[in-house]
């Protein structure tokens, strides 16, 4: 049974920082390319960032700048660093391996005053 299970959400001031982590079981994820994704309830989720199974990355205009993903192919494992959190980047942010429809069931990320 496959599991993509994500960790390092919670809360920070704006300004700050959060690295997220994404972990897969019984999936390789170094076949696949990989994508953080957010969701605010109420919208439509928005693809943040990926990146291929060759390492290139894209990013959305929102978070350009700001966040940077990485791959670990080694320890199957998916990073998703947040820099500069600005309040609207307050969501649950998932990973998911492009091509399989696999996807995890996020982590919080709250960014207040």
């Known amino acids: 049974q496959v599991q993509i299970v994500e960790s390092g959400g919670g809360f920070v001031q704006p300004g700050g920082s959060l690295k997220l982590s994404c972990a897969g079981s019984?999936?390789?994820?170094?076949?696949?390319?990989m994508g953080w994704a957010r969701q605010v309830p109420g919208n439509e989720r928005e693809l943040v960032a990926q990146i291929t199974s060759g390492g290139s990355r894209t990013y959305s205009d929102s978070v350009k700048g700001r966040f940077t993903i990485s791959r670990d192919n080694v320890k199957n494992l998916v990073y998703l660093e947040m820099n500069n959190l600005k309040p609207e980047a307050t969501a649950t942010y998932s990973c998911?391996?492009?091509?399989?429809?696999?996807w995890g069931q996020g982590a919080r990320v709250t960014v207040s005053s």
């Open positions: 019984n999936i390789e994820f170094r076949y696949f390319a």
């Open positions: 998911g391996a492009f091509r399989t429809g696999f």
